[in-house]
């Protein structure tokens, strides 16, 4: 499997401190986040592991509100044009203007059957899919974050904290 890509994404904002997702984006790669967090609330969100990499691999990272533009737009929890449209805008790995015509055209097509307002809904998701990206500029600062330190005591077994923990993170083929 991919363990060095170009463009990375996650699109549920609970992974980002379950999974080390973004270590697995390219020095100079982009990483695009589905999150509800506004700029500022990104600051304190962000794990230190997180801002680390993004910031010492230049990653260019974008974030989306998709969850909430496929709400709004009626598509309920169903974020996957809004994501792809998301994708486009982010990479221009194809000319955004001709991949999301290309997307719009193909939504047509796959949704006519299911009426008009189901297509209408799916062209407004690649349309605010584009426009709702916003990129962050990741700070200098962010290359030398710290984790915030707790008191607590950890007395988890050992077979929990270096077996089933890196499992539980992804982590398994890591493991000697």
Known sequence: ??????????????????????????????????????????????????????????????????????MNIGLGSHTNTVLQAAFFACTGIIKADVALEAMKVAARKTYFAKGEEVVNKN????????????EIKVPAAWASAKEVETNAVDNRPAVVRNLLEPINAQKGDDLP
């Open 123 to 134: 062209v407004a998701a690649i349309d605010k899919g584009a426009a709702g990206v916003r």
């Open 1 to 70: 499997y991919v363990k060095s890509a170009d463009f990375v994404a996650c699109h549920n904002q609970s992974y980002i401190g379950k999974y080390d997702i973004v270590s697995e984006v390219k020095p100079g790669g982009t990483f695009l986040l589905n999150c509800t967090k506004t700029d500022a609330e990104l600051e304190a969100w962000l794990p230190a592991d997180v801002k680390r990499t993004l910031a010492l691999n230049k990653i260019r990272f974008c974030v989306i509100d998709a969850t909430d533009i496929a």
